[in-house]
């Protein structure tokens, strides 16, 4: 069977050298980047993101980064239109689609399709809201532990979301291939069908936690805090909470909501952003060693 089109999609968690790794890629193959990352979409948000330097960038073409404000929401099925029109302009222009990120979310509903359409459930939603943020992950984790695992615990939105489409489906669908259409919205299956190449960078675990260590520490030098402050001033505690982990931890400390709130500095934040941020990376490891074991991709370091 013919492929016409090339797709290459590199992995991996958090700190492994994704981004380094494909401007590479996409200088050695005429490539143009597509950037598989729910928060780097968002301007303004550039230390806590680790976003990629216009010097780093080396000249490639980069998509999906600094289209939105925080302010505003930027969905699963607004990253696959986006992404899918971005793959059918770069292959027209004769270059390689490269897709890097750690958001695996995103990848499976490029990669698989966006679950079935359900409607929102006003009832159960309402239901839902009262519940302390633990009680909503750990239903998630009972009714669908696959989904459970590629959901950040603190994100109520998203875990309120997973539970009305559970309510619905009985599950969210998820699958794992290599060769796959992708959909442009749900329902449709007419878009062409890619040859994928992944590249999945997965550390050693003792790599990986020095690797996260250390960008913390950097991130923190560089004005993460001051960022945080400044993105808090446009936005709620709870979108704040929705940016990631970093903005989350260090909004509570500027809130009050942390002892020694007096002490903020980077060396009494750095254990906490160490320690979520490390469950995070487990969990991205987690779905990278699925994703391995259902296409037989190997990783590398």
Same mark, same amino acid.
């Given at each position: 069977?013919a492929?016409?089109?090339?797709?290459?999609?590199?992995?991996?968690p /958090?700190a492994?050298?994704?981004s380094?790794?494909a401007v590479?890629?996409?200088?050695?193959r005429?490539g143009?980047?597509?950037?598989?990352?729910s928060r780097?979409?968002?301007?303004?948000?550039?230390?806590?993101t680790e976003?990629? /330097?216009?010097?780093?960038m080396r000249?490639?073409?980069?998509?999906?980064?600094?289209?939105? +404000?925080?302010q505003?929401?930027y969905?699963?099925?607004? !990253?696959?239109a986006?992404?899918?029109?971005?793959?059918?302009e770069?292959?027209?222009r004769g270059?390689?689609p490269?897709?890097?990120?750690?958001?695996h979310f995103y !990848?499976?509903?490029?990669?698989?399709?966006?679950?079935?359409?359900?409607?929102?459930n006003?009832a159960?939603?309402?239901e839902l @809201?009262?519940?302390?943020?633990?009680?909503?992950?750990a239903?998630v984790a009972?009714r669908?532990?696959?989904r459970?695992?590629e959901?950040d615990?603190?994100?109520?939105r998203r875990?309120?979301?997973?539970?009305?489409?559970?309510d619905?489906l009985g599950?969210?669908?998820l699958r794992?291939?290599?060769e796959?259409?992708?959909?442009?919205?749900?329902?449709?299956s +007419? !878009?062409? /069908?890619?040859?994928?190449e992944?590249i999945?960078?997965?550390?050693p675990?003792?790599?990986?936690r020095a690797r996260?260590?250390?960008r913390?520490a950097s991130a923190l @030098?560089?004005g993460?805090?001051?960022?945080?402050?400044r993105?808090?001033?446009t936005?709620?505690?709870t979108?704040?909470?929705?940016?990631?982990l970093e903005y989350r931890?260090?909004?509570?400390?500027?809130?009050?909501?942390?002892?020694?709130?007096?002490?903020? /500095?980077?060396?009494?934040?750095l254990?906490?952003l160490?320690?979520?941020?490390?469950?995070?990376a487990?969990r991205?490891?987690?779905?990278?060693?699925?994703?391995?074991?259902e296409?037989?991709?190997s990783?590398?370091s």
């Amino acid at each position: 069977m013919a492929y016409p089109l090339q797709l290459l999609i590199i992995a991996g968690p /958090t700190a492994s050298g994704k981004s380094a790794r494909a401007v590479e890629e996409a200088l050695k193959r005429n490539g143009e980047i597509i950037s598989v990352d729910s928060r780097q979409v968002y301007r303004g948000l550039d230390i806590g993101t680790e976003k990629i /330097t216009a010097e780093e960038m080396r000249s490639v073409p980069h998509h999906l980064i600094d289209i939105r +404000d925080p302010q505003e929401k930027y969905s699963a099925g607004d !990253f696959v239109a986006d992404a899918t029109r971005l793959i059918k302009e770069i292959s027209a222009r004769g270059k390689l689609p490269v897709l890097v990120g750690g958001t695996h979310f995103y !990848f499976n509903a490029l990669l698989n399709g966006l679950p079935a359409e359900v409607d929102a459930n006003p009832a159960l939603r309402e239901e839902l @809201e009262k519940l302390p943020t633990e009680e909503l992950a750990a239903r998630v984790a009972e009714r669908d532990p696959r989904r459970a695992g590629e959901l950040d615990p603190q994100n109520r939105r998203r875990l309120i979301r997973a539970l009305e489409i559970i309510d619905s489906l009985g599950t969210v669908p998820l699958r794992g291939s290599r060769e796959v259409r992708l959909p442009y919205l749900v329902g449709k299956s +007419d !878009f062409p /069908t890619f040859q994928t190449e992944w590249i999945v960078i997965d550390p050693p675990a003792e790599k990986l936690r020095a690797r996260i260590d250390a960008r913390l520490a950097s991130a923190l @030098e560089r004005g993460l805090i001051e960022e945080v402050r400044r993105v808090r001033e446009t936005v709620t505690d709870t979108r704040l909470s929705e940016l990631g982990l970093e903005y989350r931890i260090i909004g509570e400390f500027l809130k009050g909501e942390v002892s020694n709130t007096e002490c903020l /500095t980077p060396e009494s934040l750095l254990p906490a952003l160490s320690a979520k941020l490390w469950q995070y990376a487990r969990r991205q490891k987690a779905w990278l060693r699925k994703l391995r074991e259902e296409n037989t991709i190997s990783a590398g370091s």
